[in-house]
């Protein structure tokens, strides 16, 4: 997937790409170890008379992440199957991909916004984020979760399952109140096993499976880690009516979303969706 016609670069390099892209743009930010422990080096590049986000697997001879660099390769190399098949806003575009002495720089449109997650000894904080993300008017937060929601539509009728899905994925402008989703790489295609244990994420977004060796990940998974984001945006995280804000009918559905048993779920995404927008 070579880059576009308006990428101001070559479409292949022999160069790191903190080299490469500082030669005719201009680096303004790096998201590194500092502020995520995945191995990823992501850049904010300005060059060509507009922004961009490129996305890299990290130093190959970086022997601190978690992941091996070819993992964090092969990682990327999903996020790009998965956007072949994405068409939605709010989404970052992938514009194509560069091969780097550090493996591919997937190049994305630079978003404007906050992340929505923050640490945990600061989410009670009402200036941060997540709390001004929560505190929304109830129709602004309909609208992102809709989004999101959608997202998963396209994404589970490909037959993509959510994994690692939480809130360190969502990124909200609240200048012109517009949600984008990002950072896919370990969706998986189809069903499958969970042969770790505990899964990648976050407990307040997870699944009974995704904690459990041999348990199905498939669908229903992604319907429960959309439901646990109602409860924790549009309640406190709990189940409880008393602290959901929104309608009964959307309470009754995200305790189906919820359910701790599979069967019990929404059998798919579309759905879950049908029964959000009645």
Sequence with gaps: MPPEADWPFDARTNLAPSDYLSRPGQVFARFDARTQDSGNISFGLEAGGRRWFVK?????????????????VTLLENAQRIASVLDHPATPRLHGVVPSAWGPMLVYDWVEGELVRTAPERRDDPASPFQRFRRLPLAALEKAIDAVIQIHVQLCGQGWVACDFYDGCWMYDFESGALHLFDRDSYHLGPFTNEMGRLFGSDRFMVPEEFEKGALIDE????????????VFLGDGTLERSAFRGSDAQHALMLRACAPEPEARFHSVADLARAWRG
Aim: aromatic letters at 6%; proline letters at 10%; glycine letters at 6%.
């Design 56 to 72: 890299t697997a990290g130093d190959p001879d970086d022997p601190k992440p978690y992941l091996s660099h070819a993992e964090r």
């Design 220 to 231: 229903r998974t992604t319907v429960f880690n959309l439901g646990r984001a109602m409860s």
